[in-house]
């Protein structure tokens, strides 16, 4: 349960990249898709999650790290670069303690509750939008259909 909060209140507090500079490659440089992206993002959140708890990374490093991986794993779509965005604009303000976990996690599940509902109308569906279903794991929402 430790590890499940630790997990949580990592990716609450990493949520959203506002300024990222555009280190990652464009999505025609993209390595094959993961079918199970997003447990692989699961996966790699649980163990970033335990440095931050160690306190051998913050949390906008974690998020870097994090946001290396979905580039590395499915490339660049429009839905995870906004919820990434966000992801990492709340590891910021977390790290520099303008929010705590209650706030970050509103914004984000605000986030993903608008994906959702703009899900079924969208034109240009991203194919794998991996990001964005791992945040939905992660915060115990529906996944995308």
Not at 76 to 93: E, T, W
Request: with cysteine.
């Amino acid at each position: 349960m430790n590890k499940l909060f630790m997990t949580v209140f990592l990716l609450g507090a990493l949520s959203g990249c506002a300024e990222m500079p555009q280190w990652f490659p464009n999505s025609h440089n993209q390595q094959p898709r993961s079918s199970n992206a997003a447990d692989t993002l699961l996966a790699e959140a649980d163990r970033l999650a335990d440095r931050v708890g160690k306190g051998e990374l913050t949390r906008v490093q974690a998020a870097e790290k994090l946001g290396e991986t979905r580039i590395r794993l499915v490339g660049r779509n429009f839905m995870d670069d906004d919820v990434y965005r966000l992801y990492y604009q709340i590891a910021q303000l977390r790290d520099a303690g303008k929010i705590d976990g209650d706030a970050a996690r509103k914004q984000m599940e605000d986030r993903l509750r608008y994906w959702q509902r703009r899900w079924p109308g969208l034109q240009n569906k991203p194919a794998n939008p991996a990001f964005t279903q791992f945040m939905f794991k992660v915060y115990n929402l529906p996944p995308l259909k």
